[in-house]
């Protein structure tokens, strides 16, 4: 199929490249602009490894088609560090265990960064909720809810 | 030298490799890229069984952007991950045995380009029988699926005894005779397997792959492609999610590396998500009978055991997995008779292997089930029970496997009162429940897969002037923390701080062999090997400091980043002038530590696998609500404690123990690897129910309970700093521990796992009918089993060996009745 160029905004920054049309946001973030964070568990929207945000709001980028995203701003995992620092949910993540094989993750930080930008103080059943469409198979998810609540803390006291 | 205090062990801390994996930085082998690479697709087989008559694939290499077609024609050479079961060719050659077997590959210029081309080829089969279930096996010894195995369709079939049991049930006061059954299920880990593979600049093969064995996959490559070992480099890129899924060898893996040296290009392949499913090597299916001697107070006087296992098409760990569904009872509680046997069939499905707790889920659950009936009948509390026939520390069981340090009486103590077990068993109402179960697990397998002399693990140490230290070990992050575990051992040895010390890890060109993340063994074996590389370099920045300094070498203390006098911690030097003065003294730095596992006494055929240098245990209560009108089961709360010995870090500790109860939740509620048979017109094949993670249900952040979690830490001698395993045993208790609660909440046994709300419902039906109030299996096929191979227990004077063994060695070392006789004489005297 011929390649059609496409332009959009990744964490930030103007990209551009020539893609394919049948090609998802999730291979052209892994495949063209080389961000290889973003994983792929399935490809069909089952697991929630491959959350992105599509102007802030989460969405699975194997199931979106590239070309839909022109002109969008996309933040990925490789966004979340802001200014050299870490964000509060990958410095809580990594601290609380909330990250093990760590494939799950970015989906997970990008799914929990969505939740604290609408609600900053959520409940555990919010979380809960949130993060259902993200399976993890390692950590069990207490360590998961434990570090996004410390994070929810730690983001509210650094506003104060 | 004294180390007064623990400044890195037993303090929850950020894991060494926590940044790379929340800033997306970790690379895991499909994240890797190389200039000209090429991707690569398999054809896998439409039929469960076939011969093949015929392959066209002109169509496939005339397709724009095909570099390679291979066929079963390329791979003359099997390979296995067991030396007495390679039947596993990368392409098959001519018989194919479960639906998913490969046949061809493909490599193009991209991915999409590979898959076009794959679905050009034409294959022509020539169907066969389908051996669809043990009980077909065993009614159809023809066709064969393998032209090796014990006979017909049975792969292997094991007997072994350890005492009079028969004896021991007659003159019992009670005997209970239960069936269970253990449906198979299967890893699925979050990544996909990839790997790629390149030739490099020298020639030489490079394989970067997503293997929790790479020193396995390393044999494994040599013997496919025939090359030196030596010209090979296996790189493990950090898993995501292995569970022994990773484990075996993989066709695809031996695929992309023929490719890569054919083509003289990087060849990439990774598997879609219904692949990853057909790959499986995950829990066998299996049913089993148990037979127990009880007396009037509870204690086991015999146990006779059957087990009937589901291996799938190919040999894989499948020896091994029967041999655990008998090995581990005897180390949780004191059996003094026993009688194993096991027997593994070939079917046409995809191959079972190792799934965390390898083999012994399946039976622990039958065992654990079946206690809480044996307290139901004698009116004695489950965790009395328990407490009551718990296997003494220091001793050898029946079977001969040698327990340690066992903190399983206050795992069960701790669960009891954490969960307020005494207010609520068969104490809440109709719909409510809880349920107590128990295990133990391995801390690493005590023999290596290829029996050798050579040490299961190693580490090496490099440090130089600059003051950094590199580790080097063969060990695989797998995601339970491996490279964590390395460097914080190194770090508390030579008093620095984790993050000071860099890890190479899982690279059999830069790193000593280490055998791999499976059977729970790298905290206990790297992590002694990284104590002992630690403490020779110790050593020698000790003599370096004190003939610089002139401080006593045995005053020396290392922490905080200094070497002092212990008795005057002003007198000293940083550590990096410490290694200048031990480099100066002994020129270049660099150590090595090595471990090899304990000699187990066991000295009959089967014995190898069980024995370990120590055994971790653990107990748990599980809460559950169940619907008596839907059968619909919830488990809002389940309390665990665990044996770990002593937690390194129990950040990591904790994570591991609450994973384990998150997937054996999964096994114990939903997860089912199940098939099943096309219609004749479509082939008859027997494909898997659902290969997606969608229909193949696994428990989401909304399924998930609250889990409390109680470390038990008694120090154990084998384990370093006294660290024992934490990423297996955990799981192992859960499944019969839903089973027992449901049996509380609503008083019907559910037998077979998963337990769905639809089992319950039938059980209940089947009480409300005047019926047994149980849903399971009720028969177990007649098995023809080897001649059991009689070996006497220690306390009856056994030496280890079997008395009727043919093959019985002459001149082996007699130790072990001498070992046996002082076990049992400690035996005797706990008890008193």
Redesign the interface.
């Known amino acids: 199929m011929t390649k059609l160029p496409l332009a959009l905004t990744v964490n930030g920054e103007p990209a551009e490249a020539l893609v394919d049309p049948a090609k998802t946001l999730l291979e052209v973030l892994r495949e063209d602009l080389n961000l290889t964070g973003t994983k792929h568990g399935c490809e069909l929207g089952e697991c929630g490894a491959c959350a992105v945000l599509v102007d802030g709001q989460p969405v699975l980028s194997c199931l979106l088609v590239a070309h839909e995203c022109a002109g969008r701003e996309v933040v990925t995992v490789e966004g979340l560090v802001d200014d050299g620092r870490l964000h509060p949910l990958q410095e809580c993540f990594a601290d609380l265990g909330g990250s093990q094989c760590g494939y799950c993750t970015p989906g997970i930080l990008i799914t929990a960064k969505a939740l604290l930008d609408r609600e900053p103080n959520p409940s555990r059943d919010l979380i809960r909720e949130a993060l259902s469409g993200n399976l993890c198979r390692c950590t069990g998810y207490q360590q998961i809810f434990d570090a996004v609540e410390a994070a929810a803390q730690r983001a509210r006291e650094d506003q104060q | 030298m004294t180390t007064k205090s623990f400044g890195v062990v037993g303090r929850p801390?950020?894991?060494v490799?926590?940044?790379?994996?929340?800033?997306?930085?970790?690379?895991?082998a499909?994240?890797l890229?190389f200039p000209r690479m090429l991707h690569c697709r398999l054809l896998r087989s439409s039929v469960p069984h076939g011969r093949i008559v015929s392959m066209d694939t002109a169509k496939a290499e005339a397709l724009d952007g095909v570099h390679l077609v291979l066929t079963g024609e390329h791979f003359p050479v099997a390979y296995g991950i067991l030396p007495v079961s390679h039947d596993e060719h990368a392409l098959c050659r001519d018989v194919v045995r479960f639906v998913g077997d490969p046949v061809a590959a493909v490599v193009a210029r991209d991915e999409a380009t590979a898959e076009a081309a794959v679905n050009l080829i034409d294959v022509q089969y020539e169907t066969l029988r389908t051996i669809a279930s043990p009980a077909e096996a065993l009614a159809h010894p023809e066709p064969r699926i393998h032209e090796y195995g014990d006979f017909g369709n049975v792969h292997k079939a094991v007997a072994l005894q350890f005492g009079e049991v028969d004896d021991a049930i007659a003159g019992a006061d009670h005997v209970f005779d239960d069936l269970f059954f253990f449906e198979g299920n299967t890893?699925?880990?979050?990544?996909?397997h990839a790997t790629v593979a390149i030739k490099d600049p020298d020639g030489k093969l490079v394989v970067y792959s997503s293997t929790q064995t790479p020193h396995y996959l390393h044999r494994a490559l040599a013997k496919a492609l025939g090359l030196p070992a030596a010209h090979i480099r296996v790189v493990a890129t950090?898993?995501?999610?292995?569970?022994g899924g990773k484990s075996d060898p993989f066709n695809h893996e031996v695929v992309a590396a023929f490719a890569a040296l054919r083509l003289d290009r990087p060849v990439k392949i990774c598997l879609?998500?219904e692949e990853v499913f057909y790959c499986h090597r995950g829990r066998h299916p299996v049913l089993m009978r148990f037979r127990t001697g009880v007396s009037n107070d509870g204690k086991i006087t015999g146990l006779d055991l059957q087990t009937l296992l589901d291996g799938g098409a190919y040999g894989s760990y499948g020896v091994a997995s029967t041999f655990y569904t008998g090995a581990l009872q005897t180390v949780t509680y004191d059996i003094p008779t026993y009688r194993f046997r096991g027997c593994r069939t070939f079917t046409n499905k995809p191959p079972c292997g190792p799934k965390r707790g390898h083999g012994t889920p399946q039976s622990r659950f039958g065992q654990e089930v079946q206690l809480d009936k044996i307290a139901e009948k004698l009116s004695i509390d489950p965790a009395d029970l328990r407490l009551n026939i718990v296997q003494p520390p220091d001793s050898l069981t029946a079977n001969f496997l040698r327990v340690r340090t066992i903190g399983l009486a206050d795992c069960i103590r701790t669960v009891v009162e954490r969960s307020g077990w005494r207010d609520k068993f068969r104490k809440l109402p109709h719909g409510k429940g809880v349920g107590l179960a128990c295990s133990s697990y391995l801390s690493g397998a005590g023999l290596p897969i290829n029996w050798n002399d050579l040490p299961h693990s190693g580490v090496q140490l490099k440090l130089d002037r600059s003051g950094g230290v590199t580790v080097f070990c063969g060990a695989t992050e797998?995601?339970?923390?491996s490279d964590d575990v390395l460097v914080g051992l190194v770090a508390e040895v030579l008093g620095l701080e984790p993050f000071d010390i860099r890890a190479v890890t899982g690279d059999t060109d830069l790193t000593p062999v280490d055998l791999g993340s499976y059977s729970s063994r790298v905290t206990l074996m790297m992590g002694n090997a990284a104590i002992q590389a630690a403490e020779r370099a110790r050593e020698l920045i000790a003599e370096g400091v004190s003939g610089k300094l002139g401080i006593p070498k045995d005053r020396l203390t290392f922490a905080e980043r200094r070497v002092f006098d212990a008795e005057d911690p002003g007198k000293g030097c940083t550590f990096q002038e410490a290694v200048c003065m031990a480099e100066a003294k002994f020129g270049t730095l660099g150590t090595t530590g090595s471990y090899t596992p304990p000699r187990s006494p066991a000295r009959f055929k089967g014995g190898g696998v069980g024995p370990s240098p120590t055994y971790s245990y653990t107990a748990a209560v599980v809460e559950v609500d169940v619907d008596p009108d839907t059968g619909w089961i919830t488990v809002p709360r389940v309390w665990i404690a665990h044996d770990i010995g002593r937690a390194l870090n129990p950040?990591?500790v904790?994570?591991q123990v609450?994973?384990?109860?998150?997937?054996g939740l999964g096994e114990a509620l939903m997860e089912e690897q199940a098939f099943r048979r096309l219609p004749p017109t479509l082939s008859h094949a027997v494909v898997h129910k659902f290969p997606?993670?969608?229909e193949y249900k696994?428990p989401?952040?909304?399924d998930?309970p609250e889990?409390i979690t109680d470390l038990i830490e008694h120090p154990d001698p084998a384990g370093p700093f006294g660290a024992k395993e934490v990423g297996q045993g955990p799981l192992l208790p859960i499944m019969p521990a839903v089973a027992n609660a449901v049996y509380d909440a609503v008083g019907v046994r559910v037998d077979s796992i998963p337990v769905t709300p639809e089992k319950i419902l039938r059980a209940l039906e089947a009480k409300a009918a005047g019926k047994p109030a149980r849903s399971g299996p009720t028969s177990f096929p007649d098995v023809p089993w080897p001649e059991v191979l009689r070996v006497t227990p220690p306390w009856a004077g056994g030496d280890g060996r079997a008395s009727n063994d043919p093959d019985r060695p002459k001149n082996t070392r007699v130790d072990a009745g001498v070992e046996a006789r002082a076990a049992k004489a400690a035996w005797e005297k706990s008890k008193s």
Do not use: C, W
């Not at chain 2, 490799?17 to 895991?28: I, P, S, W």
């Open positions: 801390r950020r894991r490799d926590g940044r790379a994996k929340v800033t997306g930085q970790t690379k895991f499909d994240d890229s890893h699925l880990p979050l990544e996909q950090p898993n995501g999610g292995g569970f879609n998500r797998i995601g339970q923390g950040t990591l904790r994570g609450e994973g384990g109860v998150y997937m997606s993670m969608l696994s989401t952040s909304l998930m889990v």
